[in-house]
C-alpha cells in the first residue's frame, strides 16, 4: 500500500473543503485550488476529523501511482492556500537584470535583444532590486513552472557563474583554458 497515499490530508482551521463526485475545491485566506480527480481515485471529506482520506479501488499499478499523487496534490493545495508557495531567483553577470512592465517580465541577459515573458494570472510577481526575483503562489506547480522557465533563459554557465540562478543554488565551476604557452 502506497505510505504517502495512507496518509490523511489534515485540513487546518480557516480552510474549507468541498468535494463534488471528482471534483475536489479547496478554499483558504489566501486563494482557491480545484482538483480533478482521477475516475479511478475517490476522496471523501471526514468534516468531523478535518481531514481529506484518498483510497483506490485496487493494487493495479496505475491506481497504486494516482493513489500518491492525488493525496500530494491535494496536501500541496491546502499547504499553499494557508501559506502561498515562494521561489526565488537571482541574476549574476555584469549589465544583467530584469524589470516588471504591466503583466510581463523584461529580462535583460546578454542578448541583443530583451526577453519578455508573460506572468501567469496566478503567480505574484516581485523585484527587491534588478538582480533578484521574487516568486510567489498558491499553485505549486505555476510558481516552479514559472521559475523554471525564467531560468531556462539564461542558465549559469560553469566559466563565470553568469546567468538567472535559484537563490542558494551551487553553481560547479569549471577552470577554464589553462595558460597556451609552450611552444
Keep these: 500500500m502506497s505510505r504517502i497515499g495512507k496518509k490523511p490530508v489534515v485540513i487546518p482551521d480557516g480552510v474549507t473543503v468541498q468535494v463534488a463526485e471528482q471534483l475536489v475545491t479547496i478554499k483558504g485566506k489566501h486563494g482557491e485550488l480545484k482538483l480533478e480527480a482521477h475516475p479511478a481515485i475517490t476522496v471523501t471529506h471526514d468534516a468531523a476529523g478535518k481531514q481529506l482520506v484518498v483510497t483506490r ?4 499499478r496505475q491506481n497504486r501511482a494516482l493513489h ?12 499553499g492556500v494557508v501559506q502561498p508557495f515562494e521561489r526565488k531567483l537571482e541574476i ?46 498558491v499553485d505549486k ?38 595558460f597556451a604557452g609552450g611552444g
Excluded at 555584469?94 to 541577459?109: C, D, F, R, S, W
Excluded at 503567480?123 to 510567489?136: E, G, R
Excluded at 516552479?144 to 551551487?170: D, H, L, M, N, T
Aim: hydrophobic content about 35%; aromatic content about 4%; charged content about 20%.
Design 57 to 60: 479501488p485496487n493494487d493495479e
Design 92 to 137: 549574476q553577470g555584469v549589465g544583467y537584470g530584469a524589470q516588471i512592465k504591466g503583466k510581463t517580465i523584461e529580462l535583460t541577459v546578454g542578448f541583443a535583444n530583451t526577453i519578455v515573458l508573460p506572468i501567469p494570472g496566478s503567480v505574484t510577481c516581485k523585484l527587491p532590486d534588478s538582480t533578484h526575483i521574487q516568486l510567489s503562489s
Design 68 to 79: 500518491g499523487l492525488t493525496r500530494a496534490l491535494l496536501n500541496n493545495m491546502v499547504a
Design 141 to 178: 506547480q505555476a510558481v516552479g513552472q514559472f521559475a523554471a522557465s525564467i531560468r531556462s533563459v539564461r542558465p549559469p554557465e560553469p566559466y563565470k557563474g553568469k546567468g538567472i540562478r535559484y537563490e542558494g543554488e551551487r553553481v560547479r565551476r569549471k577552470a577554464g583554458k589553462a
